[in-house]
Protein backbone atom coordinates (compact mmCIF):
# COMPACT_ATOMS: atom_id res chain seq x y z
CA UNK A 1 0.00 0.00 0.00
CA UNK A 2 1.13 3.19 -0.62
CA UNK A 3 -0.05 5.16 2.12
CA UNK A 4 1.49 8.14 2.89
CA UNK A 5 2.00 10.52 6.19
CA UNK A 6 2.25 13.77 6.71
CA UNK A 7 2.57 15.42 9.96
CA UNK A 8 2.17 19.08 11.15
CA UNK A 9 0.08 19.52 7.90
CA UNK A 10 -1.54 22.88 7.40
CA UNK A 11 -4.28 21.17 4.76
CA UNK A 12 -6.30 19.71 8.47
CA UNK A 13 -8.98 22.71 9.07
CA UNK A 14 -9.36 24.15 12.71
CA UNK A 15 -11.49 21.86 14.57
CA UNK A 16 -10.29 18.46 13.19
CA UNK A 17 -6.81 16.45 14.04
CA UNK A 18 -6.44 15.09 10.71
CA UNK A 19 -7.76 13.83 7.35
CA UNK A 20 -7.23 11.41 4.67
CA UNK A 21 -7.40 12.31 1.41
CA UNK A 22 -6.18 8.31 -0.07
CA UNK A 23 -3.49 8.07 -0.07
CA UNK A 24 -2.43 10.37 2.38
CA UNK A 25 -3.02 10.87 6.01
CA UNK A 26 -2.66 14.25 7.28
CA UNK A 27 -2.14 15.38 10.84
CA UNK A 28 -2.14 18.99 12.39
CA UNK A 29 0.20 17.31 15.33
CA UNK A 30 3.67 16.28 15.05
CA UNK A 31 4.47 12.36 14.62
CA UNK A 32 4.88 11.85 18.54
CA UNK A 33 1.89 13.68 19.45
CA UNK A 34 -0.22 11.77 16.91
CA UNK A 35 -2.22 8.73 20.09
CA UNK A 36 -2.92 5.17 18.65
CA UNK A 37 -6.72 5.88 19.24
CA UNK A 38 -6.48 8.94 16.74
CA UNK A 39 -4.29 6.82 14.30
CA UNK A 40 -6.40 4.00 14.38
CA UNK A 41 -9.55 6.09 13.50
CA UNK A 42 -8.12 7.65 10.19
CA UNK A 43 -6.41 4.10 9.43
CA UNK A 44 -10.01 3.01 9.54
CA UNK A 45 -11.21 5.85 7.12
CA UNK A 46 -8.06 3.97 4.55
CA UNK A 47 -9.25 0.48 4.81
CA UNK A 48 -13.05 2.12 4.35
CA UNK A 49 -11.40 3.80 1.18
CA UNK A 50 -10.14 0.73 -0.20
CA UNK A 51 -13.06 -1.29 0.28
CA UNK A 52 -15.49 0.92 -0.75
CA UNK A 53 -12.96 2.93 -3.34
CA UNK A 54 -11.80 6.49 -2.91
CA UNK A 55 -14.96 7.93 -5.14
CA UNK A 56 -18.05 5.94 -3.42
CA UNK A 57 -16.18 6.80 -0.36
CA UNK A 58 -15.70 10.19 -0.48
CA UNK A 59 -19.11 10.86 -2.05
CA UNK A 60 -21.18 8.49 0.54
CA UNK A 61 -19.41 10.33 2.74
CA UNK A 62 -20.35 14.09 2.03
CA UNK A 63 -24.14 12.97 1.37
CA UNK A 64 -23.99 11.63 5.19
CA UNK A 65 -21.86 14.92 6.78
CA UNK A 66 -24.53 17.61 5.06
CA UNK A 67 -27.47 14.78 5.74
CA UNK A 68 -26.59 13.58 9.14
CA UNK A 69 -24.19 15.47 10.25
CA UNK A 70 -20.42 14.35 11.60
CA UNK A 71 -21.33 12.18 14.48
CA UNK A 72 -24.20 10.24 12.60
CA UNK A 73 -22.07 9.93 9.32
CA UNK A 74 -21.96 5.96 8.84
CA UNK A 75 -18.30 6.04 8.44
CA UNK A 76 -17.17 8.41 11.33
CA UNK A 77 -19.52 5.78 13.46
CA UNK A 78 -17.46 2.95 12.10
CA UNK A 79 -13.92 5.14 12.92
CA UNK A 80 -15.20 6.03 16.37
CA UNK A 81 -15.53 1.97 17.29
CA UNK A 82 -12.54 1.48 15.70
CA UNK A 83 -10.30 3.52 17.40
CA UNK A 84 -11.43 2.23 20.56
CA UNK A 85 -9.12 -1.33 19.21
CA UNK A 86 -5.72 -1.34 19.15
CA UNK A 87 -3.48 -1.10 16.58
CA UNK A 88 -2.68 -4.24 13.94
CA UNK A 89 0.72 -4.74 13.44
CA UNK A 90 0.20 -3.20 9.44
CA UNK A 91 -1.01 -0.22 11.94
CA UNK A 92 1.61 0.25 13.91
CA UNK A 93 4.34 -0.59 10.82
CA UNK A 94 3.02 2.90 9.01
CA UNK A 95 2.82 4.74 12.37
CA UNK A 96 6.81 3.68 13.44
CA UNK A 97 7.93 4.45 10.18
Do not use: C
Not at 28 to 45: I, M, N, P, Y
Request: cysteine-free; glycine content about 4%.
Amino acid sequence: MKLRIIYKSRLVRKGYNAWVLFPFMFFRQAKTDVSDTLFRHEFEHVYQVLRDGWLVFYVKWLYWHFRHGYRDNPYEIDAYHAQTQPLTTTEQYFKDR
